[in-house]
């Protein structure tokens, strides 16, 4: 996929990633910014809406539609990894000899999250 004009060499070589709590994860690389939004359905179940953004000359690319398939199979290996974990950690958590709790023990950077939103919130709450 061709990389967006303009970028220096340094960020040729830079991807990002970052999530938003609850349901938004995005990112970027040298070619692409991308999203991620999940959508609870049940207690059990997901959506996960993926999408790209390309700079319009990718778009004019004789190869676009053949170079995003390549793409979009290289996160699919991602997803899948991340479903069959997620499946995994569900059913684990089934089990009568998991902790109780909102969190499985693998998800203890929800948990950090939880605790830093929550000083800043009571920190900045008005006092009556």
């Known amino acids: ?4 004009p303009d970028l220096t060499e ?5 991807s990002t990633f ?8 995005f990112g970027t690389a040298p070619d692409q910014a ?3 939004i999940v959508r609870p359905k049940t207690a059990g179940t ?15 690319h004789p190869m676009f539609d053949h170079l995003l ?6 996160v699919q ?4 990894q991340d479903q069959d974990a997620t499946a995994k950690v569900q059913r684990g958590l089934q089990s009568r000899y998991a902790a109780r709790g909102p969190y499985s023990w693998q998800e203890a950077s929800h ?7 929550v000083e800043r919130y009571r920190r900045n709450w008005p006092r009556p």
């Open 1 to 4: 996929m061709p990389i967006f």
């Open 10 to 14: 340094e960020e040729r070589w830079r």
């Open 69 to 74: 398939q390549m793409s979009d199979a290289g």
């Open 18 to 25: 970052a999530l938003m709590p609850p349901t938004l994860c």
């Open 77 to 80: 290996v991602f997803v899948k």
């Open 34 to 36: 991308f999203f991620f």
């Open 46 to 60: 997901i959506d996960v809406e993926i999408g790209y953004l390309f700079h319009p000359s990718a778009l004019e």
């Open 111 to 117: 948990v950090q999250f939880n605790r830093w939103l």
